[in-house]
């Protein structure tokens, strides 16, 4: 079996032994006897899967008994409309604090719902870093704020999360969600899709706070009410049951890596390994300012556009697997998702620095 580096954004690398234990249980879940594909949502075996994989997040977390933790589709975007559906009054306002593309879509389907203020934006500077404390201008009347944790085209990431005072947070932590530990008890809402970090595509994992649910008002459409969810355990309707499947899996195995004080050490090594290597000598250059510098995605250009489509070439004949930037910023783009091994990294940096000898 051979398996390329797999660096992709999302979706992206899953663990070998996830995988391998998917492909075992293909055909008959023990004591089941059909695939995990086959079984009724309504089954002793789902309710199991569901039960254990909701778990398993609350350990791995430290999820507290205040916040209830949903399984939805929809992806990530849908979250975008369903918070101020739930959450903004039509005649409030939220804050936003806008740090790349898909704050700017946050923002898009909040507008259709109600007011909102622009707390800080950093797109003047191309995205490039995270604002300061300083530059938040939050509204004291907003219903919440609402930030991305990791910007997964402009490879940056807020370190800890902004100061808010009482306002209830809402992070979008798709891209970042269990790279490391998070503390749960500062949001009011927590969403991220599957498909970055915590499992395939297909299904998105929300933690909100329990007492938030009294502000949704009446009269929401069925699916879009986070109550539904709360109420029916995430089984109002047919859940994405193979993604929760592989989504529990996942987290069973961050749980033997020893949990995700251990799994964030082992991403700042590869993602502080492969940072030394565009900083040393002067062939690359990454995009980010350093204060602001991603773990999940790393983004870094070469000295001309020529060089960067001949490295992306070379890059491809040698088993690298998705390493062009985002089609809206190019330039080069490495996505270090927990699943993927630190020998990867290892294999980049090698033929980084062997490009940068032939053609710097
Ligand atoms: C990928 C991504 C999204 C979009 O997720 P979908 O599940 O495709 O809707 C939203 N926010 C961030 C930060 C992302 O990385």
Redesign the pocket.
């Known amino acids: 079996m051979k398996r390329c580096h797999n660096f992709n ?2 979706p992206g690398v899953l663990p070998v032994p996830v995988l391998e234990r998917i492909r075992e249980e293909m055909l008959s879940l023990p004591g089941v006897g059909m695939s995990v594909l086959e079984i009724s949502h309504r089954s002793k075996a789902f309710e199991s899967i569901l039960t254990q994989a909701e778990d398993r997040l609350r350990r791995l977390l430290s999820v507290p008994d205040t916040h209830r933790i949903l399984f939805l589709q ?5 979250q975008f409309s369903m918070i101020p559906l739930n959450f903004l009054p039509k005649d409030g306002v939220a804050d936003y604090i806008v740090t ?1 593309s ?1 704050s700017e ?1 946050a923002v898009e389907e909040a507008r259709k719902v109600g007011r909102v203020n622009i707390a800080a934006t950093t797109k003047e500077e191309s995205y490039a870093r995270i604002p300061k404390p300083a530059e938040l201008q939050l509204d004291p009347t907003a219903a919440y704020v609402h930030f ?1 944790s ?4 402009f490879g940056t990431q807020w370190a800890t999360e902004p100061e808010v005072g009482d306002a209830p947070l809402v992070c ?4 970042d969600f269990l790279s490391r530990p998070l503390d749960v008890s500062k949001y009011a809402l927590v969403y991220a ?1 599957a ?2 970090n915590a499992g395939p ?1 297909g299904v ?1 994992l929300v933690i909100l706070r329990e007492d938030w649910l009294a502000r949704i008002p009446d009269g929401l459409p069925t699916m879009l009410d986070y109550r539904t969810h709360v109420q029916n355990r995430s089984l109002y309707n047919t859940p994405p049951v193979f993604a929760i499947y592989a989504v529990g899996l996942t987290l069973e195995y961050l749980e033997a890596q020893g949990g995700l004080a251990a799994v964030a050490a082992a991403n700042a090594e590869k993602a502080s390994k492969l940072y030394a290597a565009i900083d040393s000598g002067g062939f690359y250059r990454g995009t980010a300012q350093r204060d602001s510098r991603s773990l999940m995605n790393v983004c870094f250009r070469l000295p001309n556009p020529g060089l960067e489509t001949a490295f992306l070439r070379e890059a491809a004949a040698n088993g690298f697997e998705g390493l062009p930037g985002h089609r809206s910023v190019g330039g080069i783009r490495a996505s270090l998702y927990n699943a993927l091994p630190l020998e990867s990294v290892a294999a980049l940096v090698d033929f980084m620095r062997d490009f940068a000898r032939c053609h710097g």
Do not use: E, P
């Open positions: 954004a999302g929809g992806g990530a975007s849908l790349g898909w879509k991305t990791n910007n997964t085209i979008d932590a798709s891209s899709g498909q970055k595509a998105t």
